[in-house]
């Protein structure tokens, strides 16, 4: 069974840097689709970025484009996500999320994935 274990959250002034990791489980697909979703109070689940860990394509949401980087953490399987120049508006639960291939869905459609981690708070304060 896939495992997803994400931790780095905290409490940051804007401005300021925070490094995301997901640890996976051996049971995953070393080529899975990994995302990173975030969700604040009363809203909807939105996706932040995804990496196809087989061919390395990345993808952002314009909002965090040129702040944020995921990457692939070749120890575990599993990705990083590098936020830079944090703004309040970033604060959320954050979530990894995987799919394997053959990857149904956009990588920013969270129904199209079939594991996730339980999350990890990122707090921003202005």
């Known amino acids: 069974q896939v495992q997803l274990v994400e931790s780095g959250g905290g409490s940051v002034q804007a401005g300021g840097s925070l490094r995301l990791s997901c640890a996976a489980s051996?049971?995953?697909?070393?080529?899975?689709?990994f995302g990173w979703f975030r969700q604040a109070p009363g809203q909807e689940r939105e996706g932040v970025a995804a990496i196809y860990r087989g061919h390395g394509s990345t993808y952002y949401a314009d909002s965090v484009k040129g702040r944020f980087t995921i990457s692939k953490d070749t120890t575990n399987n599993g990705v990083y996500l590098q936020m830079n120049d944090l703004k309040p508006e970033d604060t959320a639960m954050y979530y990894c999320?995987?799919?394997?291939?053959?990857?149904?869905?956009?990588?920013?459609?969270?129904?199209?994935?079939?594991?996730w981690g339980q999350g990890t708070q990122v707090t921003v304060s202005s």
């Open positions: 999320a995987a799919k394997p291939p053959p990857f149904p869905g956009r990588w920013y459609e969270k129904g199209s994935y079939s594991d």
């Open positions: 051996n049971f995953v697909d070393p080529t899975s689709c």
